[in-house]
Nanobody, 123 residues
Framework: QVWLGESGGGLVQAGGSLRLSCAAA????????AAWFRQAPGKEREFVAG????????FYHGSVEGRFTISRDNAKSTMYLQMDNLKPEDTADYYC????????????????WGLGTQVTLSS
């Protein structure tokens, strides 16, 4: 298991940018696939973006493709989510997750989760 902690959330205007970070502790982070999920008020948690352990396989939910960029620095045991051109519908609690298998959009496959960081868009 790996322990995860998110940071970087906040209040931002529509059209603005934020960068979320997910710091990992425990076993070598490079051995874990990782992903970002989000949960908007009153909605189910949904997949945002995923990245393989080596960072060579990346995919996004269609609603964020072209606006969000997932990346990782295994030397720093940290994953990032660069969010640009933010929209009001991006308001949510954002969670990072990790698993020892292949990267997937299925949240049930992840066994390590952070506590989340809140992102709020103002119009």
């Amino acid at each position: 298991q790996v322990w995860l902690g998110e940071s970087g959330g906040g209040l931002v205007q529509a059209g603005g940018s934020l960068r979320l970070s997910c710091a990992a502790a425990g076993r070598a982070f490079s051995s874990y696939s990782a992903a970002w999920f989000r949960q908007a008020p009153g909605k189910e948690r949904e997949f945002v973006a995923g990245i393989s352990g080596a960072g060579d396989s990346i995919f996004y939910h269609g609603s964020v493709e072209g606006r969000f960029t997932i990346s990782r620095d295994n030397a720093k045991s940290t994953m990032y989510l660069q969010m640009d051109n933010l929209k009001p519908e991006d308001t949510a609690d954002y969670y990072c997750a990790a698993r020892s298998g292949l990267v997937t959009a299925y949240q049930g496959a992840y066994d390590s989760w952070g506590l989340g960081t809140q992102v709020t868009l103002s119009s």
